[in-house]
């Protein structure tokens, strides 16, 4: 059962006004966020609340349509998109609940294929992707000052957007009255950052002091967690929290948008800024693709346990 608990807040707005001061503040609390929980809300940040109500909405028309229209959503013949496009359930082994449509950087989907009911869902998904995606680069430059590091130094490393991955999910609802059911099993995140938005049916939650906090919604807000491979990056300064999804008595929708890096890229720790970012390494270097092989072979493998989930601590020194 988790506990109550309320995630640290980032207005973002002064970085649209050009509020310096206001900049400097929000900064600072992405800071001590980062250091402290690896999770924060963010509010203000450019995206449209209307798109994301409507979003949302069709999303949840979408999911209700019948099992043949919704397997029609699938890439077009010839797509190289990095991961399977369109739609999906969760694993059959798993004991994770929940259906998705997955879509990943315009240039790997030739045609994505939607069905014409309901109609502007894929409209709706290319807005936020590119939204999202705007939204990235903001936070992204953010990070760069709080890690302390020079400037445009992430947005040169990691300037690919082509592994950038966005999912519309509908977590399914809780078919006991009794203890919690799992829709998402807890786990960190592969990607640098991750960006989730959705409904008000919670369920959402991290772990923090070996205490479950819920994520509760927030209309408008965007929640925003650090991922693996700015923990690594950072040396552990930055936390990539474990987090999961408890279903609840409705169908639960959001959306989750991964920032990923380009998979030729070594990750390991920048000891360059070694004084600033926390001393000796604590990571043993990995290229990226290398890394996201295993951690997506441990989580979908049939033949794989919930025990053996590949994380970034296998690198750990």
Known sequence: MATSGTLPVVDLAPFFTGDESGMARATEAMREACHTLGFFRAVNHGMPAELMKRALELSA?????????KAKVRPAEG???????????????????????????????????????????REAMEECYAKLTELGLLIQDILND????????????????????????????????????????????????????????????????????????????????????LRVLSNNTFRSA??????????????????????????????????????????????YNEYMQRFMKSRTDPQARPEDAFSVSHYAI
């Open 242 to 287: 474990t987090h999961r999804v408890v279903r609840k008595a409705a169908h639960r929708h959001s959306f989750g948008f991964f920032w990923s890096i380009h998979g030729d890229k070594w990750v390991e720790p920048l000891t360059e800024f070694a004084a600033k970012i926390g001393g000796a390494p604590q990571y043993r270097g990995f290229k």
């Open 79 to 121: 797509s190289q998109a990095p991961l399977p496009a369109g739609h999906g359930r969760h694993p059959a082994h798993l004991v994770d609940r929940y259906e998705y449509v997955r879509v990943c950087h315009p240039r790997h989907e030739l045609n994505l294929y939607f069905p014409d009911e309901p109609a502007g869902f």
């Open 61 to 69: 028309a979408f999911f209700a349509l019948p099992d043949e229209e």
């Open 146 to 229: 709080c890690m302390g590091l020079p400037p445009g130094f992430l947005k040169e490393y990691n300037s690919d957007r082509g592994l950038d991955v966005m999912v519309a999910l509908r977590y399914f609802s809780s078919s006991s009255r009794e203890g919690e059911e799992i829709g998402l099993s807890e786990h960190e995140d592969g990607s640098c950052v991750s960006f989730v938005f959705q409904d008000g049916v919670g369920g959402l939650e991290v772990l923090k002091d070996g205490q479950w906090i819920a994520a509760e919604p927030a209309d408008g807000s965007i929640v925003v967690n650090i991922g693996d491979v």
